[in-house]
């Protein structure tokens, strides 16, 4: 019954932007620490943000912050991922993750569900 499907997703020009939005249902979302984590072809899943239950804390990977910016509406029940001067090497399936522990994490291994994820394509 829990579900978190992302969506948001496509092709897109190097510079570029795109919005993901996670939304979910059987679970309300305002009780998990958030994270967005990408896996392109070949390659490691890889942690991209986090967010903290109230909003007020936030999470990024080095080479992605002050491109990406993540943020969420617990009313709505939706998490974002706002994604600005993207680049070829952004090219991955984003997936959204929902914590129950007490503390934000960079972990995928501490996320307790996972969205299906959503492709995102930069071409050059």
């Known amino acids: 019954q829990v579900q978190l499907v992302e969506s948001g997703g496509g092709l897109v020009q190097a510079g570029g932007s795109l919005r993901l939005s996670c939304a979910a249902s059987?679970?309300?979302?305002?009780?998990?620490?958030l994270g967005w984590f990408r896996q392109a072809p070949g390659k490691e899943r890889e942690f991209v943000a986090a967010?903290?239950?109230?909003?007020?804390?936030?999470s990024y990977e080095d080479s992605m912050k002050g491109r990406f910016t993540i943020s969420r509406d617990n009313t709505k029940n939706i998490l974002y991922l706002q994604m600005i001067d993207l680049k070829p090497e952004d090219t991955a399936v984003y997936s959204c993750?929902?914590?129950?522990?007490?503390?934000?994490?960079?972990?995928?291994?501490?996320?307790?569900?996972w969205g299906q994820g959503t492709q995102v394509t930069v071409s050059s």
């Open positions: 993750a929902a914590d129950l522990a007490v503390f934000m994490s960079r972990d995928a291994g501490r996320y307790d569900y």
């Open positions: 059987g679970l309300a979302l305002s009780r998990y620490n």
């Open positions: 967010i903290s239950r109230s909003g007020t804390g936030t």
